[in-house]
């Protein structure tokens, strides 16, 4: 069973930077797109950030132009760079890949989390 392994995490203070990274610990083909997902405490897990094969990108509007996705093809990962935190962006952060192995069908891949703290 292919695991997303992330990293990056960690506290920082308003207007400071983090840059999570993701990767799978095996080999995952068919990816359709990379994304970035965060859940707070008493919210619903919520996109922040994605990535498709083509490298066409969206972000929540929260995030725009503090956030920049990126991804490495040849290694499968995917990154957050995170810039000018604020308290509110304090989250569990989770990666997601979105794979289509066949027709029809999807196979979602998450990792584990990645705690980010931003303190005021």
């Known amino acids: 069973q292919v695991q997303l392994v992330e990293s990056g995490g960690g506290l920082v203070q308003a207007g400071g930077s983090l840059r999570l990274s993701c990767a799978p610990s095996?080999?995952?083909?068919?990816?359709?797109?990379m994304g970035w997902y965060r859940q707070a405490p008493g919210k619903q897990r919520e996109l922040v950030a994605g990535i498709t094969s083509g490298g066409s990108t969206n972000y929540a509007d929260s995030v725009k132009g503090r956030f920049t996705i990126s991804r490495d093809n040849a290694k499968n990962t995917v990154y957050l760079q995170m810039n000018s935190l604020k308290p509110e962006d304090t989250a569990v952060y989770y990666c997601n890949i979105d794979s289509r192995p066949r027709a029809g069908m999807r196979v979602d891949y998450w990792g584990q989390g990645t705690q980010v703290t931003v303190s005021s």
């Open positions: 095996g080999s995952i083909f068919s990816i359709n797109a």
